[in-house]
């Protein structure tokens, strides 16, 4: 069974400040995903990584894949209000078609 | 332009009971998976559809089945439900199989089971 754990669990910080968020597993994955998730709706996908070591940027977001594809980050800058929710990271295996989540960090960013 | 919608939002059931979720793929997009959201946890697939079939399975017992009509749409069915049960079910299309780049979910329907 593949697993994906996300760390820290929770993360509480003030508006301005930067963070990362780790998703780890033993397993290797051909892609993974980001997803941000708000109270009472579904998974919003953020970005797909797919080689290893590869880097992409999405605004004030930054997400890299491991050099050997188990392991993602996600480095939020200078945090906003906006940037509360659950992120979750998901791995993809390609002719498995199904989505391996990991088990969320729960951010919150104080104004 | 509609995304994926899942119908109920919410739902309330006692054990023993049946239930039936219902989702509508996004426009355009032929393939539905089926996911459940336990309280702080991430979703874990259920199953997947394509074509009317059954396609791949998560580790979920028989009790879970579902199906997908002609016009992409599709149901999940719970049989006998068990408290452990309770959870956010989504429902999440996309193009082709495997396309996941292109993965949409619904904001899922919230079953409690008493």
């Known amino acids: 069974t593949q697993l994906l754990e996300q760390s820290p669990q929770f993360l509480s910080i003030q508006e301005g400040e930067n963070l990362t968020v780790y998703c780890n597993s033993s397993?290797?994955?051909?892609?993974l995903q980001w997803y941000r998730q708000e109270p009472g709706e579904g998974p919003v996908l953020l970005v797909t990584?797919?080689?290893?070591?590869e880097v992409k940027k999405l605004k004030r977001l930054t997400f890299q894949f491991g050099d050997a594809r188990k392991d993602s980050s996600l480095h939020i800058t200078a945090a906003q209000p906006g940037d509360t929710g659950l992120y979750l990271c998901a791995g993809i295996n390609f002719g498995n078609e199904k989505l391996t989540f990991g088990t969320g960090t729960r951010l919150t960013i104080i104004p | 332009d509609a995304g994926v919608t899942q119908s109920p939002t919410h739902l309330i059931k006692t054990r023993g009971q049946q239930v039936t979720l219902r989702c509508s793929p996004k426009s355009g997009h032929d393939t539905v998976s089926w996911y459940q959201q336990a309280l702080g946890q991430g979703p874990q697939f259920i199953f997947q559809?394509?074509?009317?079939?059954?396609?791949q399975r998560g580790n979920f017992p028989d009790r879970f089945s579902g199906h997908q009509f002609p016009n992409y749409s599709s149901e999940l069915n719970v049989n006998a439900l068990l408290l452990g049960d309770s959870a956010l079910y989504l429902c999440?299309?996309?193009?082709?199989?495997?396309?996941?780049?292109?993965?949409?979910f619904g904001s899922g329907t919230q079953l409690s089971v008493l």
């Open positions: 559809y394509y074509e009317e079939e059954e396609r």
């Open positions: 397993s290797v994955f051909s892609s």
């Open positions: 990584v797919v080689t290893g070591g």
């Open positions: 999440a299309s996309s193009p082709v199989p495997g396309m996941n780049e292109k993965l949409f």
